[in-house]
Each structure stands twice: as structure tokens, then as C-alpha cells.
């Protein structure tokens, strides 16, 4: 993340009370540039933390994938 490690830190303590995001979401947490909140999802997205869901170009939600996944395999494993 670099220069950006301590915004990463911020807007994650986020993704733990609320694992789905947008830009919009991440610009107004983080105090990014539009632009700067769209390139930090990118590189979380390349490190495996964020999961585009919607398929589409703009209105874009991201998942906090890794998180997300710990309650699906409890809930997969105590009902099965």
C-alpha cells in the first residue's frame, strides 16, 4: 500500500463493522479524492481484500471477501 498504508488500515477497520462498500463510501470514510478511494479499492482488490460483486461499470459494491467467508463456512459447517 506504501504511502497509502495508514488510509488501507483506516478504511478496513471499516470493512469489519461494514463489509460491503463503494467508492462513494470508501472517498467519504478515507477523506480520498474520488480517484485516489477508486485506486486504493483497486490494490485491495489485487491483494485479495475486496470482491467487485455487481458486474457492472459504475455503482460498483465491494465485498470484504476474506471476512465475509469466515461466516459462510461456520454457517456451511454447524448446519451440515
Not at 29 to 45: D, F, G, H, P, W
Request: aromatic share 10%; no cysteine.
Amino acid at each position: 500500500f506504501g504511502r497509502r498504508t495508514q488510509t488501507a488500515l483506516t478504511l478496513l477497520q471499516h470493512l469489519y463493522v461494514n463489509p460491503l462498500i463503494t467508492v462513494e463510501q470508501a472517498r467519504k470514510k478515507t477523506e480520498l479524492s474520488y480517484k485516489a478511494a477508486n485506486s486504493l479499492i483497486a490494490v485491495m482488490q489485487e491483494k485479495g481484500i475486496l470482491k467487485e460483486i455487481t458486474g457492472q461499470s459504475r455503482n460498483r459494491i465491494f465485498a470484504f471477501e476474506p471476512y465475509l467467508e469466515l461466516f459462510r463456512y461456520n454457517t456451511v459447517h454447524k448446519s451440515g
